[in-house]
């Protein structure tokens, strides 16, 4: 065999958050947006041009369309962020009043920079310094603007901060998934300056990042490189040798520092321990991996988390409480056709049956029952309007009889992104443009009293009390699209009390009464062919010569705007003497309102208190971690979302997060980790497996190796194999001490643990059962540094005079010294050992399947290939 | 055709150098491979030079300046217009003593073990 040359390298360095270095991101949205979303409630998102790009062509606008307590925001998910190091994020801003002028940067999960004033309509810096803590982070470009106009933003950059290198002479890492922290480096150098040394303070929560590099001479193996980065949680000077030693831990290391300062104790409200690990790391700043291993707690008792006031929020089986506001001379209807949403399978539809005669507001409205000086949270989770205008979710305040006050407008992007293209003008020409007239009359155009321009249609009725009318066909159309008629139609002369429909035929029409001041009657159907008919039909009872001028006609497609969404309005106190809060949910405008519109409201919820939960109502479907109920008639009533809660489920006073969340991880026999890149895990023991084998043989790699089976226990009695797991549980409960204990296997060979919190219930003592079976025999290796190593991974091992033991890597070390003699290698230990032939299926080459052992072949005749 | 010595701030400038010698320490670590007679080989950089040098002066105060120069734990240049292969960056890494010149009588040597830095 060739000898194995190799070079192995570790280097070592320390963010520091000044001064910015390269340049890691740049977006001048020139091209496209860049690969930025709009955020929730932020509903249009365009690239302006003009005033609204700093530089070349383009920037970036979000549209304003929430209420308080939401932002308009845009977002995007970056990647190839170096966990640990410090980036500077930048961004101009331009705001479009003077009311609120800020900009803000962010990144989700990890903070936002400081709200930078800018100058009204002129754009202004912001800057973010951030630690990434992932390698890939969701930035945020947020604005407080208060009214609905375009914020812009431009010319986007992210620096990535350099690291000050740490003069590394002797290294180990050490990574270990049956220990807490996992991962754990020792790093000494020279003791570098006071600047550094200051940098490397652990009270800081320094991170130092390692990288370490494995050259293999004349192709022995790939080339390696593996990335790391540590918490320093120790640092140690020794004046004697010049150096500084630091010691750094994988994030659990925050865990077991951070704690509850506090003298009552506080119930984490769930029963479902990756609920209660996204928790607590969220408040150590830190978050969870997404997965599905969980386990959940004995329930013995539930906490009230909130109560949705709506008692009939997704009008389900009636449209009770849903009241339809027509406007002025305007009508309309509430029904719950079958529209299926998350919310359910019907909805509360409002239906203009007749336009108002005047500008006014339409739409629906819900009254909840509210308490006067409590804070309230409202939203309506789907929304959907098949026309467009000035769409709003607001709140009244009212007495039982009157209004008080409206507070938290939310102005809906219905009109914003909706589309409107005019199919059909009336000329302002001296011509009547192949309108066709019906009836006793004429229809002519006319220079007298027109609404705009020179010229308008008289259309006349010369004598008798018939009716008359003008139509119009219009082509260009296409079925299914909503086409909305608007005009400006006055009396001119005649006796009597004259009204016009206006309508396209086979669509029914609207109809208004007319006098001697001009108004728009608009009317609005939905296409079903390429062709329409528009018509005008007057009447007037009273005998004799009528002229009616019509002026302005328009015939507009209407491709509607975005319409999905939540519309939420958050944390407003009720005024004193109010007892109702009217959720309205309207549009504003004659010709918002024409015949035909519709708009559909589902998923209500109104809460007491400063946040909003997720839409819940007694038919909610119950989890493991929550129950929904409704507190009387199902659909008729408020509905109450409760929490199930287990005892166990309390930090106490001084508890660290780690002692309160290990006792519930052990009890699911679950096991949470960070890896080196701080991506933190809730896994499956047995089913958490890293992908590789790691091969370890005499005649290739192997240095040194040692095979253990002992049943000799440890000066604390910790038997290194046992049969038997006990587990004693003990906690107070007012003042009196309550104990219980977790059994699993038999007492050939025992293991005795106690804790001293409350019991989770079963499960612990068969989790530590089933890791002491996996050390029945152990073998320790010494091998040639390989940086692919790590715990989980599938082990075979190869030493003389045993058989080929395959098993999991239960830990690795890596060493690299200036000097040592240890340099280049690793220690590797094992758990699950198994005795393994050599032709078993885990020893074959990658790739080779079943269907290649030649038929009739026993594994004993079996050689691989 | 001259031989200083600086610590940055003073510049002693020698008679002569004498008795120079050098040696860099192999790094490579041989990691012996069970059931094999072949080692890994983990290659590593030598060690920079250190030795031992002797500096002539034909004034005792110049020589006695070196020497506390040398003690100060200054960073040493070795600068030599007749050897530039030896130049270095280096400490003092062990003695350094101050003889006087057996047969002259008048001249002092400066003798120290030295480690090259850079």
Known sequence: MATPKSISVIAASVPVATPAGSVFYTEGFEVDTGGWVAGALTYLMNRPTGSLARTGTYGLATYRNASVGNLPF???????????????????????????????????????????????????QATYVFQATKTTHVLELRSNAVISANVAWDD?????????????????????????????????????????????????????????????????????????????????IDHVNKTVTLTGYTNEFFLFQAGLASATAVEIATVSVRDATQQILALAGQTLEPGTDDHVLPTDHQTL???????????????????????????????????????????????????????????????????????????????????????????????????????????????????????????????????????????????????????AYA???????????????????????????????????????????????????????????????????????????????FSNVTSGAVVVNVDQTVLTEITPG????????????????????????RVSGTSSAAIGMTMDMDGLIAVQGTTLPTYFDGSTTDTAVNDYAWTGTAHASTSTWKKNVASAMTINPGDTYWDFLDTVIQAGALRLFADEQGVWRLVEPAGYLVPGLLNVGETTNAVEGNDIISLVRSSE??????????????????????????????????????????????????????????????????????????????????????????????AVTFYWSADGDEHGLMDVRSRGLTDTPETAWVLQPVGYAWDDVPVGMSWPEYVTP | MTTTISNGSDVWTATQVDGYSATRTGRNVLHPIIGSNAFAVALRPSSLRKGNLKVLFTDVDIAQGFLDGLSNGDEMTLDSTDRPNINMQFVLDGDAELELDDEARRNWWVIFDWQETD
Not at chain 1, 166 to 171: I, P, S
Not at chain 1, 377 to 386: C, E, G, T, Y
């Open chain 1, 74 to 124: 845009a977002t995007k998910s970056l990647s190839g962020f170096t966990p640990g190091l410090y980036y500077t994020f930048t961004a101009w801003g331009r705001q479009p009043n003077s009311a609120d002028p800020s900009a803000v940067l962010g990144v989700e999960g990890i903070g936002h920079g400081a709200s930078v004033t800018t100058t009204t309509l002129g754009w202004t």
């Open chain 1, 156 to 236: 986007l950059a992210i620096f990535e901060h350099d690291p000050i290198d740490l003069q590394v002479t002797e290294a180990s890492i050490t990574l270990d998934d049956s220990h807490a922290p996992y991962g754990v480096v020792t790093l000494t150098a020279p003791i570098p300056s006071e600047e550094i040394l200051e940098l490397i303070d652990p009270r800081t929560r320094q991170v130092v990042l390692v990288s370490a590099e494995q050259e293999w001479i004349e192709d022995y193996k790939a080339d390696q490189t593996r990335d790391f980065a540590f918490r320093i949680g120790d640092r140690e």
């Open chain 1, 305 to 455: 988390a909130a109560t949705n006031l709506v008692t009939n929020p997704s009008s389900e089986t009636a449209t009770t409480g849903y009241v339809a506001v027509g406007g002025t001379g305007g009508t309309a209807t509430i029904t719950n056709p079958v529209v299926t949403t998350p919310y359910g399978t019907r909805v509360s539809r409002y239906t203009q049956t007749a336009s108002p005669t005047t500008a006014s507001t339409t739409g629906q409205y819900y009254d909840v029952a509210v308490t006067a000086g409590l804070p309230y949270s409202f939203a309506i989770n789907k929304w959907d309007l098949n026309f467009y205008g000035g769409l709003q979710f607001a709140i009244e305040w009212r007495t039982a009889a009157a209004t008080i006050s409206t507070v938290g407008t939310v102005s809906l992007g219905n009109t914003a992104g909706s589309v409107n293209v005019n199919k059909y003008t009336q000329p302002d020409t001296n011509s009547t443009d192949s309108w066709a007239f019906s009836g006793t009359g004429s229809i002519a155009a006319t220079t007298t009293s027109p609404h705009t321009g020179t010229y």
């Open chain 1, 459 to 537: 259309v006349t009725r010369s004598s008798g009390t018939a009716n008359w009318s003008i139509s119009r066909t219009i082509t260009g159309l296409t079925a299914g699209k909503t086409y909305l008629i608007s005009d400006q139609i006055r009396t001119i002369s005649g006796a009597g009390t004259t009204t016009v429909v206006v309508g396209a035929t086979g669509f029914g029409g609207a109809t208004q009464t007319l006098s001697a001041s001009y108004v728009n009657r608009p009317f609005s159907f939905v296409a079903t062919s390429t062709s329409a008919t528009l018509t005008y039909t």
């Open chain 1, 562 to 585: 975005p319409n999905v969404g939540v519309a939420e309005i958050i944390n407003f106190v009720a005024p004193a003497t109010a007892t109702v809060a009217r959720m309205h949910y």
């Open chain 1, 717 to 810: 009695g910790v038997p290194q194999w046992a049969t038997g797991v006990v587990i004693k549980y003990t906690w107070i409960v007012a003042g009196v001490t309550n104990t219980a204990y977790d059994v699993a296997g038999t007492g050939d060979v025992i293991a005795r643990i106690e804790v001293e919190r409350p019991f989770p219930g079963a499960g612990a003592a068969a989790a530590y059962l089933k890791r002491y079976t996996g050390r029945g025999r152990v073998q320790n290796l010494t091998a040639l540094l390989d940086l692919e190593a790590t715990p989980s991974m599938a082990l075979s091992s190869t030493m003389p005079g045993t058989p080929i033991q395959t098993g999991v890597v239960s």
